[in-house]
Nanobody, 121 residues
Framework: EMRIVESGGGLVQAGGSLRLSCAAS????????IAWFRQAPGKEREGVSC????????TYEGSAKGRFMISVDKEKKIVYLKMNKLKPEDAGVYYC??????????????WGQGTPVTVSS
């Protein structure tokens, strides 16, 4: 059974950093896209970043560019999201999604339960 588990969320002051982890199990991990999404209270879920496990190609959305870095440890089957210079508007529940090539956009994507991030001003 494919499974995704996020961790690493917490409370951080504005300007600080956090590293989120997305641990995968139950699939080969060789040719997948692993994407991070964020959902703030009262808002729709939005994409943050995505990585292709085959070649390490990455994409970033909006304000994540230049501040966040996504990386993959294929041996451990973990995708990390290092978030720097955090802002209050970065707060929300961060979710991870795994699928073949669609960065979480396919109906069959596998999602984790999320990890909450709070940024104090």
């Amino acid at each position: 059974e494919m499974r995704i588990v996020e961790s690493g969320g917490g409370l951080v002051q504005a300007g600080g950093s956090l590293r989120l982890s997305c641990a995968a199990s139950g699939f080969t991990f060789d040719d997948y896209t692993i994407a991070w999404f964020r959902q703030a209270p009262g808002k729709e879920r939005e994409g943050v970043s995505c990585i292709w496990t085959m070649d390490g190609r990455t994409t970033y959305e909006g304000s994540a560019k230049g501040r966040f870095m996504i990386s993959v440890d294929k041996e451990k089957k973990i995708v990390y999201l290092k978030m720097n210079k955090l802002k209050p508007e970065d707060a929300g529940v961060y979710y991870c999604a795994a699928d073949h090539q669609t960065c979480g956009m396919a109906p069959g994507s596998v999602w984790g339960q999320g990890t909450p991030v709070t940024v104090s001003s």
